[in-house]
């Protein structure tokens, strides 16, 4: 199986800030025939199920906020959310889908309000 | 408008059976591989098992192989969840998520429905 980790587990950001997340797999998700990335990040806040953010690694999701970015390649992600809202208050997965159907996720991340 | 509604969940003893169903509506559900996915209390996400458009071809997380088995019916929109022999750590929310026609990421979830294995 890909092992999925993220770091850090939890950062609190000033409104207005930009908040940092790291995802790395342990081996590649990048598919080379058609050179994308098998890597996606959900948001989810308490109460509810998860929300798909970004795909193929950089893809914003119908929806999104461009405030949401995703970045990197091979085995090393980031998700950035620049002038960060109250409402972006979530933990936050990266997901692997190269090894279908052995899917895995990150740990999450949580994301507070400083 | 996407919608997935499970149902079925709650309390049972290790040991016992529990039966969950997704009723989705808004897309043409035998289309879409689908999917389980559960979340343990306070824990992360943890993808269970999948099914083929057709139901012809399911995988499963080695840790529920032989206990539980996905199915649908296109006919009623409706994907399920066979699990026996539950164990204490079966219990979770269990969300059904479908696939994105042109990637394996989940695109839409529903709300969850809670499993509890308790004696």
């Known amino acids: 199986d890909i092992v999925m980790t993220q770091s850090p587990a939890s950062l609190a950001v000033s409104l207005g800030e930009r908040a940092t997340i790291n995802c790395k797999s342990s081996q590649s998700v990048l598919y080379n025939s058609n050179n994308k990335n098998f890597l996606s990040w959900y948001q989810q806040k308490p109460g509810q199920p998860p929300k798909l953010l970004i795909y193929?690694?950089?893809t914003r999701e119908s929806g999104v906020p461009d405030r949401f970015s995703g970045s990197g390649s091979g085995t090393d992600f980031t998700l950035t959310i620049s002038n960060l809202q109250a409402e972006d208050v979530a933990v936050y997965y990266c997901h692997q889908y190269y090894n279908t159907p052995f899917f895995t996720f990150g740990p999450g991340t949580k994301v507070d309000i400083k | 408008e996407v919608q997935l509604v499970e149902a079925g969940g709650g309390l049972v003893q290790p040991g016992e059976s529990l039966r969950l169903s997704c009723a989705v509506s808004g897309f043409t559900f035998s289309s879409f591989w689908m999917n389980w996915v559960r979340q343990a209390p306070g824990k992360g996400l943890e993808w269970v098992a999948d099914?083929?458009?057709?139901?012809?071809?399911?995988s499963y997380v080695d840790s529920v192989k032989g206990r539980f088995t996905i199915s649908r019916d296109n006919a009623k929109n409706s994907l399920y969840l066979q699990m026996n022999s539950l164990r204490a750590e079966d219990a979770a929310v269990y969300y059904c998520?479908?696939?994105?026609?042109?990637?394996?990421?989940?695109?839409?979830w529903g709300q969850g429905t809670l499993v509890t294995v308790s004696s």
């Open positions: 998520a479908r696939e994105k026609l042109d990637g394996g990421t989940f695109d839409f």
């Open positions: 099914i083929r458009p057709d139901g012809g071809e399911t």
């Open positions: 193929w690694a950089s």
